[in-house]
């Protein structure tokens, strides 16, 4: 049953049809050879009939001879022919008889009957037959006279058979017919609600922003519908993204005026508060971070990663200059991402950020397409970490050096970022000494579970 309700909706009208098609063709079969069986029976009775007559019609008594005497032909050579199949009797029960040549030595059985009787019997050397009789009666004869004309089955079976094979190929071919007439039909009716699907999978790659409303009228007004909901949902989410943009601003002037307090303060109290304040800095901007990309991945569009990365690489190439260490990117051209823009370039600007804190006197980054998805990769010369040290690295807020500035929220965010798009993050050792950084993106559209 679970199957049947996972079915398509095209398969479920095809699966609907085979039924009905199965149902209605065989009963159709069964009603036209049992209506041909009853015609051609009727037909071959009538002409059993006919024949009877004329035996009758041929039957005299001989006075001169005392016996019977047939003298009219029935005008049909097999009744002539030996076991022909065709063969007339007539019998008073005793020893009065007469029969057609071609029964020769052979006797058909006979039974009194007043009106006349159809019935079949097995004829000589095994033939079916086909037996019309009645009793009749002459003036010259005391007793009654039974009188036979049978006929062999074979040729009214074998046409029935002919008939029922035609009937069945016919319908066989119909079904085929008409099942790929309706295959048709499902294809063309429901070509419509394929446009929709089409639209939505182009909504969902970021490729379209609206489903396209011209369709039939009833779907019409499911496709405005639909892109009303989708309207809606960009506006709350453009929404909360300026509503955090806004707390983001309101928080860093408090915050930076802090910073400037705390430099009037004697130590060690004013370390104390410089790491406090660092502290909130760094976990504002993770928690808006995450604000600001939660709740969209679904229709996050394909960017153009060297595009969006532009100013981000810029920025932190004059950064990396001021400290003396070398960045090199090595991005495909034409590479493109499964990720809303802000938070590609928040992404890459943390990794970068992280390996530049680190590095020695080189950064390395680069990226590609490969298992259905994008990734990036960023190394440095830094001192690296161990296995604990790369766990604690994702963790929020985790310090692996006092003595550097910044904090380690930086992958932190990387991961939420990674998983709020079904990504994946790995640590690792990288070819320069110091740590190499992963990330992969999906290319298609990420559904959070639930």
Do not use: C
């Amino acid at each position: 049953m679970s199957r049947v309700r996972r079915l398509s909706l095209a398969s479920r009208l095809l699966l609907a049809s085979l039924l009905t098609l199965a149902i209605a063709l065989p009963l159709a079969g069964v009603g036209l050879t049992q209506h041909f069986r009853t015609t051609t029976t009727a037909a071959f009775d009538e002409r059993l009939a006919a024949l009877l007559n004329v035996v009758i019609a041929g039957l005299d008594w001989d006075p001169t001879q005392q016996r019977l005497v047939h003298e009219r032909s029935l005008g049909d050579p097999r009744f002539e022919q030996v076991f022909s199949g065709w063969y007339w009797q007539i019998s008073d029960g005793a020893e009065q008889l007469l029969t057609s040549r071609s029964l020769w030595d052979q006797r058909l059985p006979t039974r009194q009957h007043r009106e006349v009787v159809l019935r079949d019997l097995t004829g000589p050397r095994g033939t079916p037959l086909r037996v019309i009789e009645r009793d009749i009666r002459l003036a010259a004869v005391d007793d009654p006279l039974h009188v036979s004309v049978a006929v062999s089955r074979e040729t009214l079976d074998a046409e029935l058979a002919r008939f029922g094979g035609r009937v069945t190929l016919f319908l066989v071919g119909l079904g085929l017919l008409l099942l790929a007439t309706l295959a048709l039909q499902v294809r063309w009716g429901l070509a419509p609600l394929r446009r929709i699907q089409a639209d939505l999978q182009r909504v969902e790659n970021g490729d379209a922003e609206r489903l396209d409303t011209r369709l039939s009228p009833e779907l019409a007004r499911l496709a405005r519908a639909m892109n009303g909901v989708l309207d809606r949902d960009r506006r709350l989410m453009a929404h909360a993204r300026h509503a955090a943009g806004n707390l983001a601003h309101a928080l860093k002037t408090p915050v930076s005026v802090l910073t400037t307090l705390a430099d009037g303060v004697e130590e060690p109290r004013r370390s104390r508060l410089r790491d406090e304040l660092m502290r909130i800095d760094a976990a504002v901007r993770h928690h808006l971070a995450r604000a600001s990309a939660a709740g969209d991945t679904g229709l996050a569009p394909r960017v153009d990663a060297g595009e969006v990365l532009m100013p981000i690489l810029a920025g932190l190439g004059r950064l990396a200059e001021r400290r003396g260490i070398a960045l090199h990117h090595d991005l495909p051209s034409g590479m493109r991402v499964r990720m809303e823009a802000q938070d590609l370039q928040e992404l890459v600007g943390n990794l970068l950020d992280n390996a530049l804190r680190w590095a020695e006197s080189r950064v390395e980054m680069d990226g590609g397409s490969d298992d259905g998805g994008s990734w990036m990769a960023v190394e440095d010369d830094g001192p690296g970490m161990d296995e604990a040290q790369r766990q604690a690295a994702l963790g929020r807020g985790a310090r692996l050096d006092e003595q550097h500035p910044g904090n380690g929220l930086g992958l932190a965010i990387v991961a939420d970022l990674v998983k709020l798009n079904g990504g994946r993050l790995a640590l690792d050792r990288s070819r320069l000494g110091g740590m190499a950084v992963r990330v992969w993106l999906p290319d298609r559209p990420f559904q959070p579970a639930g």
